[in-house]
């Protein structure tokens, strides 16, 4: 499954690709807090081979229970003058497409889980800060099949364009295809975005929550 636009098209990211992607990650998220133990590091050759390895795993585990789409996306720009394209956004959409069980939904992939982390003390203190955000989640989805958007990241050269635009819509339509909602913590930057494609802040969340949570219902689902 692809989309097109201008002259984007959004498409499933291949591994070949995840260095690149993994490049868009680590300067797009190196700011956050605690992003330098989540990502490893400062952009590098060989921090972006080690986090693609990682993603890769969390793919990897996710699509041997639920298959229906490999969670990392790709933008990819062609240059209407040289043909030459450029992966220039990315994203990663984790959708669950049936209602899990207790002991699966308390288990997070294993993105989040962070175990490459060595220092088991500053893993803890990563953990626990994102822990809140678990727990909305948690209780917002819990006992239905969602989407979950993460990591939407775009070359800032590229940016306004469309292409984050592009990414987050190729998810909103696969939800849509199988009627469930869709969910994701946003930053401040991403925010406007999302409610421009009808997604919609979660109000109860509390002011503990750096990043709101929001969610998105299709149009062909009630909102509950």
Same mark, same amino acid.
């Given at each position: ?169 190729? @998810? *909103?339509?696969?939800?849509?295809? =199988? %009627?469930?909602?869709? +969910?994701?913590?946003?930053? !401040? &930057? @991403? *925010?406007?975005?999302?409610?421009? =494609? %009808?997604?919609?802040? +979660?109000?109860?969340?509390? !002011? &503990? ?16």
């Amino acid at each position: 499954m692809s989309s097109t636009q201008k002259n984007f098209r959004v498409e499933p990211a291949r591994e070949e690709d995840m260095p690149r992607c993994m490049q868009l990650v680590l300067n797009a998220f190196g700011p956050f807090p605690n992003f330098d133990v989540i990502g490893g590091g400062p952009d590098s050759e060989e921090n972006r081979r080690l986090n693609a390895e990682r993603h890769l795993r969390g793919y990897k585990e996710h699509l041997e229970k639920y298959p229906s789409v490999s969670p990392g996306v790709k933008c990819v720009f062609t240059d209407p003058e040289t043909g030459e394209e450029k992966i220039i956004g990315f994203a990663e959409w984790f959708i669950w497409d049936r209602e899990r069980t207790e002991e699966e939904y308390m288990v997070e992939n294993y993105i989040l889980r962070l175990e490459w982390v060595d220092d088991l003390v500053k893993r803890k203190v990563v953990l626990d800060a994102m822990e809140p955000e678990f727990a909305t989640r948690r209780k917002l989805m819990k006992g239905r099949p969602f989407g979950l958007l993460c990591f939407m990241c775009v070359d800032p050269e590229y940016r306004r364009r469309g292409a984050a635009t592009a990414c987050v819509k190729y @998810g *909103m339509d696969r939800c849509e295809e =199988l %009627g469930i909602p869709a +969910y994701l913590e946003a930053s !401040e &930057e @991403g *925010m406007k975005t999302y409610k421009t =494609l %009808g997604w919609e802040v +979660y109000e109860g969340h509390g !002011e &503990e929550l750096t990043f709101p949570p929001m969610i998105w219902w299709p149009p062909n689902v009630t909102k509950e």
